[in-house]
């Protein structure tokens, strides 16, 4: 997938979480597979919690290239800010307004600034193209896990 591609994708992962979840009855949105797994609901608050650390990376790279973004442990978050009592809607809506904020900051952005990189405490330099990769397929391991949690709770009814 080229650049402008991944880019239009990336643009279009809200829509295709939303979808994804219409497929899964909120009544199972708290059932989590093992202890040390993530709910549904779970995943939607490390979504918009994720997204907004990249919108603020995705600024780094354009407006601060070189310097070091933060790192932030999403396991201590999830159970330190309580993840499973905080709003959905709420995330999804934020996840929502992230993304498109990004898309229309990132859309035109030169060649050049692609180059630019940033340091990430835990996966070392990296590169704008390597942010948009690991952010355009940040939705579609969640929503795979999301299946995967639907299924597993189908199991255990029967």
């Known amino acids: ?19 994804a979840i219409k497929e ?15 709910s549904i609901h779970e995943i939607i608050i490390h979504i918009a ?12 790279f354009i407006a601060e290239p070189g310097s070091t973004v933060m790192a932030y442990d999403q396991d201590a978050w999830a159970i330190k800010l309580d993840y499973s009592n905080q709003n959905t809607e ?19 952005l030169p060649d050049e600034i692609w ?22 397929n940040h939705i579609p391991i969640h929503i795979n896990q999301m299946k995967r949690n639907y299924a597993a709770w189908q199991k255990s009814k029967s």
């Open 115 to 136: 180059n630019n990189h940033i340091m990430h405490p835990e996966n070392g330099r990296m590169t704008m193209d390597d942010w948009l990769v690991v952010y355009d």
């Open 1 to 19: 997938m080229n650049r402008k591609e991944r880019i239009e994708s990336y643009s279009k992962a809200y829509d295709k979480l939303v979808e």
């Open 90 to 108: 709420d995330a999804l809506e934020l996840f929502k307004l992230l993304r498109r904020i990004t898309y229309n900051v990132i859309k035109d």
């Open 49 to 60: 919690d994720s997204d907004a650390n990249s919108f603020c990376r995705a600024k780094k």
């Open 24 to 38: 899964i009855p909120r009544e199972m949105w708290h059932y989590k597979p093992a202890p040390n797994k993530w």
